[in-house]
């Protein structure tokens, strides 16, 4: 069974940044585009960003663009969300997810395009 595993979260101030890491098992993680969606209290689920298989292609929701990176490596099954100048407004669950029939050198950013997802990990963003 594949397993997607969020860490990384916590509490930091405005202007802070969060490294999110998510180790994938039990999948040939080159395979699978992934990406990093978020859910805030109250609200619905949102896409953040998303990495190709091999990483050439990068897609990002304009609210996180320029601020955020996602990155991938292949070699230890892990994708990344560097997260810089943090927001209160970033506060929120995040979650990885991975796509199996993710197109070569194409991101995935419909979620109801992703097949696994991880538990989360919690972002709080104090002002």
């Known amino acids: 069974q594949v397993q997607l595993v969020e860490s990384g979260g916590g509490l930091v101030q405005a202007g802070g940044s969060l490294r999110l890491s998510c180790a994938a098992s039990r999948i040939t993680f080159s395979n699978y585009g992934m990406g990093w969606f978020r859910q805030a209290p109250g609200k619905e689920r949102e896409f953040v960003a998303a990495i190709s298989r091999s990483g050439s292609s990068t897609c990002y929701a304009d609210s996180v663009k320029g601020r955020f990176t996602i990155s991938r490596d292949n070699a230890k099954n892990t994708v990344y969300l560097e997260m810089n100048s943090l927001k209160p407004e970033d506060t929120a669950v995040y979650y990885c997810?991975?796509?199996?029939?993710?197109?070569?050198?194409?991101?995935?950013?419909?979620?109801?395009?992703?097949?696994?997802w991880g538990r989360g990990t919690q972002v709080t963003v104090s002002s």
């Open positions: 997810a991975a796509d199996v029939l993710s197109k070569w050198g194409q991101c995935t950013v419909k979620e109801s395009e992703y097949d696994y």
